[in-house]
DNA sequence: CTGTTAGCGCATTCAT
DNA sequence: ATGAATGCGCTAACAG
């Protein structure tokens, strides 16, 4: 590997010219141009980007913090985030927190360390005092998928309320009213809140809630199959399942099969996210759109206006979910 | 944010002690060492990474390049790999490639030039030479899903001809004769020997391959509706079909049920991947598994070994595919 | 328009 | 066991 010295030798001239350049500055003849270039050619000199980060303060880099790579909600979030940078000539560093406090500390500061110019995460485990805490201390930092009053402009998030309203009120709208409602995790904020639209849509059209029609899973494929033979067990009665996210309703559509139940006639399902296993079920999944893709975008964005002042328009970091109707979810028949 | 001459000057010794109790050096007496840290805890002292890599010449990052980010296959193997380098504290930078020539270059040369200690790639569109030239430029290197002659150690990848075998002779065995074969596109590698081991399946059961039963599609979902409706309008007979991909199979799947056949009684299908799908699919879906988290685990371990120096006990970068049953493919029934 | 020089923050001989 | 000095490769005033 040669260095900008060598090159500067070869051309005939010194570091500093070599280093306008490179970087582009106005100020240099189109001769002495011509002459690092060829130097450089020659040398097949590639410029050290460590040694370029450490001396501009700036690495070009944006951090992302995940829960998990291996997903495809988090996989997308990563896509959509690198594949805009990259267009900006900006790169991507990426580490999983796996939901654990520690780990996600650790990659946080991990990217801090690195020098990375922006970071984006997506923390479950942290607590908003620490991410407060960074924000203070002047960490350019995106929340995703949290609100941290307050800090509203750091944050980029759904708004899951609405979705488990319109997941519950499409429902509704087909006629149902034994209506089943499979959480994720109650402790987890979104969750949390899709639960609340269920409860509001209820109320919206005069349903009572029934507690016994609700059940808390794990976000996952089996969490749904277990939920749906505990609401069995305790010999819930609906014609309906809103599902706290499209795994859990996969999950249901396999129990629910097991049970001799026919799809969609005996039992309507939502699922929610959107995720593409919506079109690989059978039948296909009725689901809330969780424009995850557009929110990297948006983060990105966001970062190449605030921290590399390139001019791109972002308006707000609140999006709406919407409701994707496929063939899950259908008219009440007669009860047997 | 503190340096490294801040901690000395506070704790009264050099900057070289400091850099010493830092990095675990033997030869600090215990008093000096407990003055040192107890500076560095005052300040708050956090090591600038890159000034230490400019120093050390080490990262302490390896560089993953792949097709796409939003992607299952390519989000377990990132995953993999982050979370054995995580265990020992290395970490990862990834970059997408985009299939796309180019832009895979640009990928690998960013993760060159940040001077990852080692980067694995898992490339498509650049050629062989490219990836021996860098090789032979010593950078170190891992090569994903390619087998380039000479440089097999440098290679990590799965046996596809032996998958496309399994999965046409699993087929076979429940009495199929009639079998259509849809595969990825033929100019990638890895499409055209699942092809190879499906023919030799053929030959090994003395079963004619029929140009007509063999159709050409994307690697997606749509791919395999498209493909099933060529091959009804083609008048191709077949009770079975072996898909390139689970994507693919996904689709034929939809197709076939559009079409009126019932599944699987009507029409057995087998995936290749074994991806997370093919427990959503109704019935779920017969495939041949791709350890692509195995794999990714091997890549990192072997860095850990020959870049870093750990003792770690890996055995060969070939891989081998296995059937996995489920409920898509059945005993062959009387054709109607 | 071009060259000189002093950092950026840390690792690492080489002395002591 | 500790300190002083040099270098890693590049940027950014400043001077000319």
Same mark, same amino acid.
């Given at each position: 590997?040669?260095?900008?010295?060598?090159?500067?030798?070869?051309?005939?001239?010194?570091?500093?010219?070599?280093?306008?350049?490179?970087?582009?500055?106005?100020?240099?003849?189109?001769?002495?141009?011509?002459?690092?270039?060829?130097?450089?050619?020659?040398?097949?000199?590639?410029? *050290?980007?460590?040694?370029?980060?450490?001396?501009?303060?700036?690495?070009?880099?944006?951090? @992302?913090?995940?829960?998990?790579?291996?997903?495809?909600?988090?996989?997308?979030?990563? #896509?959509?985030?690198?594949?805009?940078?990259?267009?900006?000539?900006?790169? &991507?560093?990426?580490?999983?927190?796996?939901?654990?406090?520690?780990?996600?500390?650790?990659?946080?500061?991990?990217?801090?360390?690195?020098?990375?110019?922006?970071?984006?995460?997506?923390?479950?485990?942290?607590?908003?005092?620490?991410?407060?805490?960074?924000?203070?201390?002047?960490?350019?930092?995106?929340?995703?998928?949290?609100?941290?009053?307050?800090?509203?402009?750091?944050?980029?998030?759904?708004?899951?309320? +609405?979705?488990?309203?319109?997941?519950?009120?499409?429902? @509704?709208?087909?006629?149902? *009213?034994? @209506?089943?409602?499979?959480?994720? =995790?109650?402790?987890?904020?979104?969750?949390?809140?899709?639960?609340?639209?269920?409860?509001?849509?209820?109320?919206?059209?005069?349903?009572?809630?029934? =507690? !016994?029609?609700?059940?808390?899973?794990?976000? &996952?494929?089996?969490?749904?199959?277990?939920?749906?033979?505990?609401?069995?067990?305790?010999?819930?009665?609906?014609?309906?399942?809103?599902?706290?996210?499209?795994?859990?309703?996969?999950?249901?559509?396999?129990?629910?099969?097991?049970? #001799?139940?026919?799809?969609?006639?005996? !039992?309507?399902?939502?699922?929610?996210?959107?995720? =593409?296993?919506?079109?690989?079920?059978?039948?296909? +999944?009725?689901?809330?759109?969780?424009?995850?893709?557009?929110?990297?975008?948006?983060?990105? *964005?966001?970062? +190449?206006?605030?921290?590399?002042?390139?001019?791109?328009?972002?308006?707000? #970091?609140?999006?709406? =979910?919407?409701?994707?109707?496929?063939?899950? +979810?259908?008219?009440?028949?007669?009860?047997?």
């Amino acid at each position: 590997m040669s260095t900008i010295y060598e090159v500067a030798k070869l051309a005939g001239c010194a570091v500093s010219t070599v280093s306008r350049v490179l970087n582009h500055h106005p100020n240099v003849s189109a001769k002495t141009k011509a002459k690092v270039q060829t130097a450089m050619d020659k040398l097949q000199y590639r410029p *050290n980007t460590v040694a370029k980060s450490l001396a501009s303060q700036r690495t070009h880099c944006v951090g @992302i913090m995940v829960n998990e790579l291996a997903s495809s909600f988090f996989g997308t979030l990563t #896509g959509a985030i690198e594949s805009t940078m990259r267009a900006h000539n900006k790169h &991507t560093i990426v580490t999983a927190g796996h939901s654990d406090a520690a780990t996600e500390k650790k990659g946080i500061e991990f990217l801090i360390d690195r020098k990375c110019d922006a970071i984006v995460v997506h923390a479950e485990a942290v607590s908003d005092a620490y991410l407060i805490e960074l924000i203070e201390r002047g960490v350019a930092m995106l929340v995703m998928n949290r609100e941290i009053k307050g800090y509203e402009s750091y944050c980029i998030s759904l708004n899951n309320e +609405l979705g488990g309203f319109l997941a519950t009120q499409a429902v @509704i709208a087909h006629g149902h *009213n034994d @209506i089943a409602y499979i959480s994720g =995790p109650m402790k987890k904020h979104d969750a949390h809140q899709r639960w609340e639209g269920h409860r509001r849509a209820l109320e919206h059209a005069n349903i009572d809630y029934n =507690p !016994l029609n609700f059940i808390e899973a794990e976000f &996952t494929k089996s969490g749904g199959e277990a939920a749906f033979y505990r609401l069995l067990k305790r010999k819930a009665v609906f014609s309906a399942i809103v599902c706290g996210n499209d795994e859990i309703a996969c999950g249901v559509m396999t129990a629910a099969r097991q049970h #001799g139940l026919a799809l969609p006639s005996e !039992l309507s399902i939502v699922g929610f996210d959107n995720s =593409p296993i919506t079109l690989c079920t059978y039948p296909t +999944l009725t689901s809330i759109d969780y424009p995850i893709a557009q929110m990297g975008q948006y983060a990105a *964005n966001h970062i +190449l206006q605030t921290v590399y002042g390139e001019h791109i328009d972002c308006d707000s #970091g609140q999006f709406k =979910p919407q409701l994707v109707e496929r063939a899950s +979810l259908i008219k009440r028949v007669a009860m047997k």
